[in-house]
């Protein structure tokens, strides 16, 4: 998983990136790849439970995409099966007027998890220098500064205890234009098609221009990035999946000890 983490100070150029590289599972595809995958769920659920069980350990999982880039499909695919309880999603939109009356972290720190929680950011405070950047929606010299506080406040949940995993799906042009034409060819999937990501698309450059910024300033020790290639959707599944699966067990978590000997405990 190594390959795809982003080492702090790199500066990162994402043509330099193939998001069709399946290099891990190199002879998978969807077939062997959805199997895969389930055996990766069942680990993942046994590790939540004791994660929600020992309720110690925080675990932040970022996740940022170019619009189709796959951030819902992964929710879904990665954390099949695992129990409700103890996961959270927390989406972030447009900033509604009470929160642009606030500092950009005022929302987003309210979400972070609390002791035995998984809590996923689908979009999060790094808006605040994407979408926000391209579309000139607070002057350079506002936002040029937030990565040094996101930096400072990641550090301070990671002291504070929790683990934080951040997620770039990487997908191309090309397939961005796959999926959203699927979203006009296929009745089922129009109410995903938002005539505003075609406005988007054409900022590609802009956002991949302010992307390579967050990559090359905000992976950190205690917050790295990981660059996924998404163009396929089962390999990008694996591969997350894989990524916190690897960061869980690294926790050494253990369930609770009790105090009293099950074993002398009779039950009439
Ligand atoms: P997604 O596109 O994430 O799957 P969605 O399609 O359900 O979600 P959208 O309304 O398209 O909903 O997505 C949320 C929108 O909110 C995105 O266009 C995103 O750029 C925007 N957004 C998120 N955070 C901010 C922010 N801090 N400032 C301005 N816009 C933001
Ligand atoms: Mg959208």
Known sequence: ?????????????????????????????????????????????????????????????????????????????????????????????????????????????????????????????????????????????VWSKRYEHINAFEKMLADEGTTIIKIFLHIDLDEQKERLQARLDEPDKNWKFNPADLSERKLWGDYIKAYEDVLSKTSTEWAPWYIIPANRKWYRNLVVASIIIKTLEGLNIQLPKVDFDPKAIHIE
Do not use: C
């Open 1 to 141: 998983m190594e390959r795809y983490r982003v080492q702090p100070n790199t500066h990162v150029k994402l043509k330099e990136w193939d998001p069709n590289d399946k290099s891990l599972f190199p002879d998978g595809g969807k077939k062997k790849g959805r199997k895969a995958l389930l055996a990766l769920n069942a680990r993942l659920e046994v590790l939540q439970e004791k994660l929600y069980a020992e309720s110690k350990h925080k675990v932040l999982l970022i996740l940022q995409a170019m619009d189709t880039g796959g951030k819902d499909g992964t929710i879904r695919h990665v954390f099949e099966g695992v129990n409700p309880q103890g996961v959270q999603v927390a989406s972030f939109k447009k900033p509604t007027s009470i929160e642009l009356a606030h500092d950009y972290l005022w929302r987003v720190h309210q979400q972070v998890p609390a002791k035995g929680n998984i809590v996923i950011f689908n979009r999060s405070h790094y808006e605040d220098v994407l979408v926000v950047r391209v579309h000139n929606l607070v002057p350079k010299s």
